[in-house]
């Protein structure tokens, strides 16, 4: 088992930052892929960005430009730095770790989420 212990949500105004982590913990495997997803409400769950334990990151085509991904591969740690926020970031964040051999239908372990909320 793998457990995501998220923080760094909170209220924003736009225009400004915030970072977000995401710790994992358990059953780690070396290879793994780990980033973050949103879903506003009414609204499907997207990408925000993710990053291979070897470096390689894919963004969500939204928040290009502003967020940056990270990790801490010692502390299997991954961080999102999120600059210029709008409103339209408003979601709750999901925390994703996938370790490999998963199939199409398998989507790793979640985080429990943590609110992003950016007022105008």
């Known amino acids: 088992q793998v457990q995501l212990v998220e923080s760094g949500g909170g209220l924003v105004q736009a225009g400004g930052s915030l970072r977000l982590s995401c710790a994992a913990s358990g059953s780690i495997f070396s290879v793994n892929v780990m980033g973050w997803y949103r879903q506003a409400p009414g609204k499907q769950r997207e990408l925000v960005a993710i990053i291979t334990s070897g470096g390689t990151t894919k963004y969500g085509d939204s928040v290009k430009g502003r967020f940056t991904i990270s990790r801490d591969y010692a502390k299997n740690t991954v961080v999102l730095q999120m600059n210029s926020l709008n409103p339209e970031d408003t979601a709750v964040y999901y925390c994703?770790?996938?370790?490999?051999?998963?199939?199409?239908?398998?989507?790793?372990?979640w985080g429990q989420g943590t609110q992003v909320t950016v007022s105008s």
């Open positions: 994703n770790f996938r370790p490999p051999g998963l199939g199409p239908n398998e989507s790793g372990y």
